[in-house]
């Protein structure tokens, strides 16, 4: 199962293959014009920092007045969803009994970034945090979901010097890919949306050609 390991405010990932799984699972979905990013595990030291990582892709730029999110922390799948970080023209976190004010947005709202640090990590932050995003005029609701543990001691050391090589190499190759697909599934969903306005051009055109009504005004079938 892929999994990243944080110590500190170092991140160490086995081999990239969270990002691998994470591309693969995206290419498997249906063409939309928004993705999320995001890391779907990951293993803490307890009292240490861990970064949660969301960023989307849209092919609509960020409106202010239009734009939403929410990071939500879930226990296990069965509990409910408590928010502790929202949009409101600028990132709000909200303090909550859970975290306090352990919670800091880290991202960059320019480049789409929502990524956010959780301090002093305790063993009951163990659970599911959720990034939802929304970005109008786009009608994907963005998700992101990643299930984080926590641990009290390191890992055995290990070597990981070719692990990481390949992994920059491979992260790099993925990069382009996924640039890619946006710019592909952007494209098409412009021609789509030209299409539909096009449709609707001409149905109204024929609403209003008085050859084509009767003589209340109705059109004839």
């Known amino acids: 199962m892929p999994f990243t390991f944080q110590e500190g405010n170092k991140t160490s990932s086995i081999a990239n293959w969270s990002i691998v799984a994470l591309v693969i699972y995206t290419m498997a979905l249906p063409a939309s014009s928004m993705d999320v990013l995001y890391h779907s595990q990951i293993t803490v030291l307890n009292g240490t920092v861990v970064s949660f990582q969301c960023t989307f892709t849209s092919c609509y730029k960020m409106d202010v007045n239009k734009f939403a999110m929410n990071w939500t922390y879930q226990e296990n799948f069965n509990a409910t969803e408590e928010m502790f970080m929202t949009y409101k023209k600028g990132m709000v976190p909200l303090r909550t009994e859970q975290f306090g004010d352990r919670v800091q947005f880290v991202g960059n709202l320019d480049k789409n970034d929502l990524s956010i640090t959780l301090s002093d990590v305790q063993l009951s932050d163990e659970g599911i945090y959720h990034c939802y995003v929304r970005n109008p005029p786009d009608r994907i609701l963005g998700h992101g979901e990643t299930k984080l543990f926590v641990v009290t ?18 992260g790099g190759a993925l990069a382009l890919l996924i640039l890619s697909m946006v710019v592909v599934k952007c494209v098409r969903h412009h021609k789509k949306q030209e299409l539909i306005s096009d449709e609707q051009k001409i149905e109204e055109e024929g609403k209003l050609d008085p050859e084509g009504g009767t003589e209340d005004g109705t059109k004839q079938l």
């Open 153 to 170: 001691e390191l890992p055995p050391p290990r070597d990981s010097t070719i692990a990481v090589a390949i992994g920059a190499s491979v």
